[in-house]
């Protein structure tokens, strides 16, 4: 299965919200900055995070980006679900049915059982990523990851986080 280059850039994204800071914000074009990317295409893909509710999208000249609750509470399918929607990777076109030997309907009554595997597959993987959240992520990058990659992705979020006049904190 491959999934689309806009699942990695939106977790990369959501990942990197996470570290900031209490109400605060950071703007599309520093997140696009922050992997090299298109703003207009990352654009894309925050505006389905936003609709799926996994962001926040915060109207104005300090508006930005935050998670839309607790990175507890996101899992890495909820994000992949957002960007790639709820269809499942596998269609059955029942293409079994094409040869050009004609066989009577009822000779098909019984599941394809390809399709069964490649279901059975898929429902298998989808609960391996509702199992990781994103805060998951965030802690495993922060004990594992090389620290000057950590130490310079923090720093990168200290710059351009923009903090809301608001004193509410983020939604658990």
Do not use: W
Request: proline share 6%.
């Amino acid at each position: 299965m491959k999934l689309g280059e806009g699942v990695e850039a939106a977790i990369h994204c959501a990942a990197t919200l996470a570290s900031v800071e209490g109400n605060s914000t950071m703007p599309g074009a520093a997140l696009a900055e922050a992997f090299g990317l298109s703003p207009s295409y990352l654009l894309k893909h925050l505006n389905m995070l936003s609709a799926a509710r996994i962001l926040e999208s915060v109207p104005g000249p300090a508006g930005g980006y935050r998670l839309a609750r607790a990175a507890e509470r996101i899992t890495l399918l909820d994000i992949v679900l957002a960007i790639e929607g709820r269809e499942p990777a596998f269609r059955c076109g029942e293409i079994r049915r094409n040869g050009p030997v004609k066989i009577d309907a009822s000779a098909y009554v019984k599941p394809c059982g390809i399709n069964a595997a490649m279901l059975k597959a898929e429902r298998a993987y989808r609960a391996a990523l509702a199992e990781t959240t994103l805060s998951d992520i965030v802690a495993d990058y922060a004990e594992e990851g090389d620290p000057r990659s950590f130490a310079a992705s923090c720093a990168f979020v200290a710059r351009h986080q923009r903090p809301q006049k608001s004193s509410s904190t983020k939604p658990a």
